[in-house]
């Protein structure tokens, strides 16, 4: 109750142990955590910021009761069983030690005597949230059942979303955190994520990539997964997707350019290192003369001026390569990308927003009248299947599709009979799950036009940075007035 009360409190400064150290003045929590820091670092272990703070939270508690006198509770978890392997050995008894270094240090610094059952509670929370940095995993059923279900869910999120989880590095990183999350779950333990606010409206495609995660989790071991351990998964899988979405967003450039001497392609070749991050120069020439097609590339980059129509841009940039010229061309190769990317989501929106799906104010007293009237149109209409409402149920019980002012219901897998968007605006406010939203878009995507599905989630988060912006939008009076309205945000 402690943990929760002080979580609440403090969860939009978590990481500012000044303001969580205001409810135990007696304890320095810095020193605390520096103190478990280099205990695990000098053993190979690793442990994320917000489980690392949670642990010290939950030190400070069980500190604080004994210096007041009172009895520690019994432990209410166990250890999860492992095998007998060398490997697991060896990693448990380091963590052993390190537990024990760490429950010395709090005996010392506080003159108390660590009860046995607050000392296994630190090993268990510990056990729970570790990587070991030299890639050993405890060879445990939570880290072999790990592998199974990343398997499951590399291929499921391949077949809805497109996404490609086979990255060796993505796939150790995300089956240590879902070991130790089948762990947590085992033992009944959640952690909480200060940053879920954050994650979800910020990165609501990927938050929902990660809900449906969460589902297949489910489906697959039975464990609820709640939304800080969503957003935990967002974390991971977010961090794969940007850069996927960087390489596969990156312009190919053809860069015209005279070499005047032996040190010219080395300057080229540190040039295009420079610009990496907005394109690849995928050729060079001297003259534009000397190339055949320009088709195969989607900019020029050249040192001097080029007279006479081209097929592509061409941006200019000065024969010295510097540091200038690389933030020009990555501003024309943004440039680019937001005018493809405007006019895809443009062509896209006027396509699958249906005027016949649009409405201001229906008569509908909450969030599950809105699904049923909403949802059930859809399906008399022939674009979703008859258990859709159903499906938008479930997706709503694992998290809320409510995103600041906006709720985007949709079933966790993409699988209608046609795509199409239903819109329901109130410029009054709607409740839904404890927010109020002022537009709702129900989404029934057919599997061929998945991309469609990212594309208008990467749109509606930038919309929701704008302070306001769904307001405004949720007043428009026709269906007209609502799309231009959406669009101009582009």
């Known amino acids: 109750m402690v943990a929760q009360l002080i979580f ?4 939009d400064y978590f990481s500012q142990f000044e303001m969580i ?5 007696g304890i320095d929590l810095r020193t605390l955590r520096g103190q478990i820091d280099a205990s695990l670092k000098s053993r190979g272990f690793y442990i994320n910021d917000y489980a690392l703070s949670n642990l010290i939270i939950h030190i400070a508690i069980f500190v604080e009761r004994t210096l007041n006198g009172f009895d520690p509770a019994p432990l209410a978890v166990k ?6 392997s060398s490997s697991d050995v060896a990693l448990s008894r380091e963590l052993e030690q390190s537990v024990e270094e760490i429950c010395a240090a709090i005996e010392s610094d506080y003159d108390v005597v660590v009860a046995e059952s607050d000392r296994e509670a630190v090993y268990v929370m510990l056990s729970v949230n570790l990587i070991h940095t030299g890639g050993n995993v405890l060879d445990d059923p939570e880290h072999k059942k790990a592998f199974e279900v990343l398997e499951v869910i590399a291929r499921r999120v391949r077949d809805v979303f497109s996404l490609d989880f086979s990255d060796h590095d993505f796939m150790l990183r995300f089956s240590l955190h879902l070991a130790n999350l089948f762990s947590r779950a085992a033992l009944n333990m959640q952690l909480r994520n200060p940053q879920l606010g954050d ?5 609501p495609f990927i938050y929902d990539v990660a809900v449906f995660v969460a589902d297949v989790i489910r489906s697959e071991t039975g464990f609820e997964i709640n939304e800080d351990e969503i957003a935990y998964i967002a974390l991971h899988v977010g961090c794969l997707i940007e850069e996927q979405r960087t ?6 450039a053809l860069l015209v350019c005279a070499q005047h001497n032996v040190n010219g392609a080395e300057r080229i070749e540190a040039f295009s290192r420079e610009v990496e991050r907005s394109l690849v120069i995928d050729a060079v020439a001297s003259s534009i003369e000397d190339v055949d097609s320009l088709d195969r590339y989607d900019l020029v980059v050249s040192t001097f001026p080029i007279s006479g129509y081209t097929s592509v841009p061409v941006v200019q940039i000065s024969s010295f390569l510097g540091s200038r010229d690389a933030r020009a061309i990555e501003e024309r190769a943004d440039a680019i990308r937001r005018t493809r990317e405007r006019e895809e989501l443009n062509r896209d929106m006027r396509t699958f927003f249906r005027q016949e799906f649009f409405s201001i104010e229906p008569d509908v007293a909450n969030w599950r009248e809105a699904i049923d009237l909403m949802g059930g149109r ?18 709503e019980e694992m998290s809320s599709s409510a995103y600041c002012d906006i709720a985007l219901p949709h079933p966790v ?6 795509t199409a968007v239903s819109v329901a605006l109130f410029p009054r406010g709607l409740s839904w799950q404890g927010r109020t939203v002022h537009a709702v878009l129900m989404l029934a995507i057919k599997r061929d036009d998945r991309a469609f599905f990212s594309e208008l989630f990467n749109h509606i988060a930038v919309v929701l940075t704008i302070p306001g912006a769904m307001r405004s939008i949720s007043r428009a009076t026709t269906y007209q007035q609502f799309l231009d309205a959406m669009l101009s945000y582009l």
């Open 8 to 11: 609440d409190e403090t969860k």
């Open 21 to 25: 150290n205001g409810y135990f003045p």
């Open 79 to 84: 250890r999860s069983p492992h095998s007998e």
């Open 199 to 203: 994650i979800k409206n910020g990165q």
């Open 247 to 252: 390489s596969a967003n990156k312009l190919h």
């Open 378 to 395: 859809l399906v008399d209409e022939g674009y979703a299947f008859d258990d859709f409402c159903e499906r938008l149920l479930e997706r």
């Open 413 to 418: 897998d993409m699988d209608a009979r046609r």
